[in-house]
């Protein structure tokens, strides 16, 4: 078990458990800043902002604590310059396709994920993004399609396995 400490206080958040790369902390997490938050220093559970930055913090999961890969300035610079476009086509295709699988999940009662029709595309998204950008760049756009669809979890979990996504 890891000990995670909280940012601002320093104090050790209390491990909740949970199998294998579902473990959990008592605590929030700020993905823009890396910063976690003890029950103390911010209302955790939901998704308070972050006292830094703003941003909405997740639950302290595993999935939200992996540190982002260093990248060399180069490959920064490039991704920059080339990955921009294809990440916002990817984005919008992966909000679309949540959304006709919640509709379709729905109407269908809410089968296993590799049942739906739109379950091979979305994990490829998946990997595409971490090809360009790594996990950092999926949890970037994990994050931007939970603010704007209902039930965003599903590619959450439709993820698994895909780079270092739950994995």
């Known amino acids: 078990m890891r000990k995670i400490r909280c940012s601002m206080c320093g104090g050790v ?14 605590g929030n997490v700020c993905t823009e800043c ?7 220093c911010i209302t955790v559970g939901g998704p308070t902002p972050c006292p830094k930055c703003h941003a909405p913090t997740h639950p302290a999961s595993r999935i939200f604590l992996t540190k982002k890969p260093k990248e060399s300035r180069v490959a920064a610079l490039l991704g920059k310059l080339f990955g921009n476009r294809e990440y ?3 984005v919008k295709r992966l909000k679309d ?13 809410w089968p296993l994920f590799e049942k739906y029709p739109q379950y091979q ?7 595409r ?6 996990i950092g760049l999926m949890r970037k756009a994990y994050r931007k399609v939970e603010r704007s669809v209902a039930y965003p979890g599903m ?7 895909v780079g270092e996504w739950l994995g």
Request: net charge negative.
């Open 13 to 26: 958040l209390e491990y909740l458990g949970g199998p294998g790369s579902l473990e959990q902390w008592r």
């Open 34 to 40: 890396d910063l976690v938050f003890c029950p103390n």
């Open 88 to 90: 916002h086509t990817l």
């Open 97 to 109: 396709l949540i959304v006709e699988a919640n509709n379709w999940g729905c109407s269908h009662k």
């Open 121 to 127: 595309e979305i994990r490829e998204i998946g990997k």
């Open 129 to 134: 993004l971490y090809e360009i950008g790594g």
């Open 155 to 161: 590619s959450e979990m439709w993820w698994h396995g």
